[in-house]
């Protein structure tokens, strides 16, 4: 195993060092403000992109940053519960669904590798995309370029997965009441900015 240790301790040294009061209040208890439901791709840092402390984002993550349908008869429960867990209990504000540029999940959707059948766990994960595949069939038929089929299965992906969150009445009825605020954001890793759901003109807006 790489040797962490170095790293730690320069954790310990600088950063834990500069926020230690922080560190000690969350060792009683921890108040999140935001709950990100996010890809589990290691070019997404959460923190530094919200500049949020610890302590203020809570994050739940899979490949491709799948929310199940409120009625799924195959639920996703570790999702369900982060939910009922940050909703319920924490009481979050906010929600981002947060997806990005040249995702390796929608890209396996749209081309799935010839050893597919050797990680059977990721292909039974992934077919979970292929409704938003099949419902933009002719649209990504009538593209050339890859970067632009994988910009929209991205976004369509944001969108599907956003209209799922919005499915579950402990999300809808907090919204509802204003008391709970959902956004569909897609990151654009190399240039450091995001495309924020527009849900009215079904539509991306960079923030």
């Not at 000690?24 to 500049?51: F, M």
């Not at 190399?190 to 991306?204: A, R």
Request: glycine share 4%; with cysteine.
């Amino acid at each position: 195993m790489r040797d962490f240790k170095p790293a730690v301790d320069h954790f310990h040294e600088t950063a834990y060092k500069d926020k230690q009061a922080i560190y000690e209040s969350l060792a009683r208890t921890h108040s999140p403000h935001t709950l990100v439901i996010t890809c589990g791709d290691s070019r997404i840092n959460v923190e530094s992109l919200l500049q949020a402390d610890p302590g203020e984002v809570f994050q739940i993550r899979n490949i491709a940053n799948i929310v199940p349908e409120y009625n799924d008869s195959d639920p996703i429960l570790s999702l369900q519960a982060g939910l009922d867990f940050t909703v319920t209990s924490l009481k979050v504000n906010n929600i981002i669904l947060l997806g990005h540029i040249n995702c390796g999940g929608c890209n396996t959707c749209l081309n799935p590798p010839e050893n597919f059948d050797e990680m059977p766990y990721l292909k039974e994960w992934i077919s979970k995309l292929n409704p938003v595949k099949e419902s933009i069939a002719d649209q990504l038929a009538a593209l050339d370029d890859p970067v632009a089929k994988s910009d929209l299965m991205e976004k369509t992906n944001i969108i599907t997965q956003y209209n799922h969150l919005m499915e579950y009445p402990i999300i809808a009825d907090r919204v509802a009441a204003g008391n709970l605020k959902v956004e569909g954001w897609h990151f654009h890793t190399d240039e450091g900015f995001v495309e924020v759901y527009q849900p009215e003109t079904k539509t991306f807006k960079r923030l």
